[in-house]
């Protein structure tokens, strides 16, 4: 069955998976990191869109886009990503990014890898909303390195995406 089908448009599946038990089994994925303009799907916007295809532990290939909101990047969120009014000002709007990142992931989409991320639900959340907005329907099934690191690693003082880069 195909992951990105034409018959219902607008529809997007999220499935998490499981992988806690067999680790060793994933041997390739597609991980995703998002930052967005607030917390807010619904009322917030995609900044940047990052992804790293690995296959048998190597980089396959990347993706990395910068996007215009088409709003304000409030002062308070610059100073958590590092993305700026002035960084975005002249790149291309969340359409036509979404549809680079379609091609991008479309092979091993339609083979089945599946994605990662850190928090995921957050991350694919806003994934969600601009794939609806284009009228999109996809499934995509992922695994969560938050809820890994919370089962895994339980003696870290927190569950942090720098904490994790710092321990590892």
């Not at 529809?11 to 499981?18: C, D, Q």
């Not at 975005?88 to 709007?93: L, R, S």
Request: glycine letters at 4%.
């Amino acid at each position: 069955m195909n992951n990105i089908n034409s018959l219902e448009k607008g529809v997007v599946h999220l499935e998490r998976i499981n992988v806690a038990g067999n680790l060793k089994d994933i041997r390739e994925f597609i991980a995703v990191d998002i930052e967005t303009t607030g917390l807010n799907p619904n009322k917030d916007k995609i900044l940047e869109i990052g992804a790293v295809y690995f296959k048998e532990g190597k980089v396959i290939d990347t993706f990395n886009m910068l996007i215009n909101p088409e709003i304000r990047i409030p002062r308070k969120i610059s100073m958590i990503n590092n993305i700026t009014n002035s960084m975005v000002k002249n790149k291309p709007v969340e359409k036509e990014v979404i549809k680079s990142f379609l091609e991008f992931i479309n092979v091993p989409l339609e083979e089945g890898v599946p994605f990662c991320a850190h928090n995921a639900i957050f991350d694919f959340n806003f994934l969600k909303v601009a794939l609806k907005n284009i009228n999109m329907d996809i499934r995509l099934s992922y695994f969560d390195t938050l809820h890994l690191s919370r089962k895994f690693l339980n003696k870290l003082p927190n569950h942090k995406q720098s904490t994790l880069e710092n321990y590892f």
